[in-house]
């Protein structure tokens, strides 16, 4: 199975920022859409935004929207997610994955990843 590495987590007080970074020795990004999606405790996954492969028109969750950017250097294989204005529900585990296409906002893993990697722990909180 392929993998990923994800990373930035951590603990920040409400209001601060924080940038997620997903990259993969395993494939080339540049060849998909990718998202992020994050798991709240006790929660199901909930989809955060999807990127297309050349970096275009990514879209947002709602809960995120105007506070969150995703971008990608596709020359470094690296997906992030600049984290803004946090609060304390955005506390949950991060995970990126591969989209089945630019307007994909299910929290679903689409091939070729076939599950999620270890996350990356973002915990807001005063």
């Known amino acids: 199975a392929v993998q990923v590495v994800e990373s930035g987590g951590g603990l920040v007080q409400p209001g601060g920022s924080l940038r997620l970074s997903c990259t993969t020795s395993d494939f080339s990004l540049s060849s998909y859409s990718m998202k992020w999606v994050r798991q709240a405790p006790g929660k199901e996954l909930e989809w955060v935004s999807t990127?297309?492969?050349?970096?275009?028109?990514?879209i947002y969750a709602d809960s995120v929207k105007g506070r969150f950017s995703i971008s990608r250097d596709n020359a470094k294989n690296t997906l992030y997610l600049q984290m803004n204005s946090l609060k304390i529900e955005d506390t949950a585990v991060y995970y990126c994955a591969t989209g089945l296409h630019y307007l994909d906002n299910s929290p679903s893993f689409a091939p070729p990843m076939t599950s999620r990697g270890q996350g990356t722990q973002v915990t807001v909180s005063s």
């Open positions: 990127i297309h492969s050349t970096g275009n028109g990514p």
